[in-house]
């Protein structure tokens, strides 16, 4: 465990979270990204694990990647693919359960992103399941 303290940039803060247009970063995912808040659904998880990808927060997304899913070169792995593509758009299309009182859900989302100067989109449903109370990624289908 890193026990660091990070400084977040105001500017950061005060923009348009990644994942959501209608609200700052400081108001939507970034009490998940430092631990000040716990998604209470999978959406929530969903949408945290989008900006982290974002903001390249390589621990956030290995810490929310359910147990059993989170192998040994989980963090190298996210840590040799995170830097290249730049995340522009996410849309969430559909969900089921994944609310404050199921233990399972699942959301289907589009994320658009650049890479070079293609624009790309990867279509995924995710399945999210909680740990200890936790709502955790397990995995993803195209
Ligand atoms: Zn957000």
Same mark, same amino acid.
């Given at each position: 465990?890193?026990?660091?303290?990070?400084?977040?940039?105001?500017?950061? +803060?005060?923009?348009?979270?990644?994942?959501?247009? +209608?609200?700052?970063?400081?108001?939507?995912? @970034?009490?998940?990204?430092? =631990?000040?808040?716990? #998604?209470?659904?999978?959406?929530? *998880?969903?949408?945290?694990?989008?900006?982290?990808?974002?903001?390249?927060?390589?621990?956030?997304?290995?810490?929310?990647?359910? #147990?059993?899913?989170?192998?040994?070169? *989980?963090?190298?792995?996210?840590?040799?693919?995170? /830097?290249?593509?730049? /995340?522009?758009?996410?849309?969430?299309?559909?969900?089921?359960?994944? =609310?404050?009182?199921?233990?399972?859900?699942?959301?289907?989302?589009?994320?658009?992103?650049? @890479?070079?100067? +293609?624009?790309?989109?990867?279509? +995924?449903?995710?399945?999210?399941?909680?740990?200890?109370?936790? /709502?955790?990624?397990?995995?993803?289908?195209?």
């Amino acid at each position: 465990m890193s026990t660091s303290i990070v400084k977040i940039p105001r500017e950061r +803060e005060i923009s348009p979270c990644p994942c959501n247009r +209608e609200k700052t970063y400081a108001e939507c995912c @970034l009490p998940f990204h430092y =631990g000040r808040k716990r #998604p209470e659904t999978a959406e929530q *998880l969903m949408r945290s694990r989008y900006s982290a990808y974002f903001f390249r927060l390589v621990d956030y997304l290995v810490a929310t990647t359910h #147990p059993d899913k989170r192998d040994k070169k *989980l963090a190298h792995n996210i840590d040799e693919t995170i /830097w290249e593509p730049s /995340w522009r758009k996410l849309e969430i299309i559909s969900q089921s359960k994944g =609310g404050a009182d199921d233990k399972t859900g699942k959301v289907e989302f589009i994320a658009t992103y650049s @890479l070079g100067k +293609e624009t790309r989109q990867l279509h +995924e449903k995710s399945r999210f399941r909680r740990f200890k109370g936790k /709502w955790m990624y397990l995995d993803g289908k195209g």
